[in-house]
DNA sequence: ACAAAATGTAAAAAACACTTGTCAATATGT
DNA sequence: ACATATTGACAAGTGTTTTTTACATTTTGT
């Protein structure tokens, strides 16, 4: 699962903490999900993709084996 | 988290068992999804939306206290 | 009325998101 | 060069949440 918040994030103007306390989540979790450590919940999603003013779909892309 | 997933189900003429087996769950997990026990994770999100042909926007509202 | 298909529901298991803490590395500005 | 802000990475844990398995009920068609 690949996913393009750094991009839209740096287009934002946005730290990823300033984006973490946008979405209320740590620091760690937006660096994490950054590095595709993992997939966010469908909630922490759409917060992410309200803010960064995009939608899901924008923001990740399924891949083989999902 | 309120969804419209029955809605788009039905309109697209596909018991919960067909859409279970497209998007690889149990039919059950479609079933507690449309009577709103949890939000699905992302991936399935995606695959969901991707199916019934709609933005996961379309399928799915933030609510107070998400 | 009967069989088959579709749906509902509950318990339990399995998987995963997310936090906190910490340290290292890289960038930015003065 | 120095100080500060930002980012990367990782371990360990916790608690939550998704998802499955199994059983019960309802609907549909003939």
Redesign the interface.
Known sequence: ?KNNIKIFRVMKGLSQEQLAKEVNVSRQTINALEAAKY?????L???L??ILGK???DL?E?EEG?
């Not at 997939?39 to 909630?43: E, G, R, W």
């Open positions: 699962m997939v966010p919940s469908t909630v999603a759409l917060k993709a309200q939608q899901i779909e990740f399924l999902d």
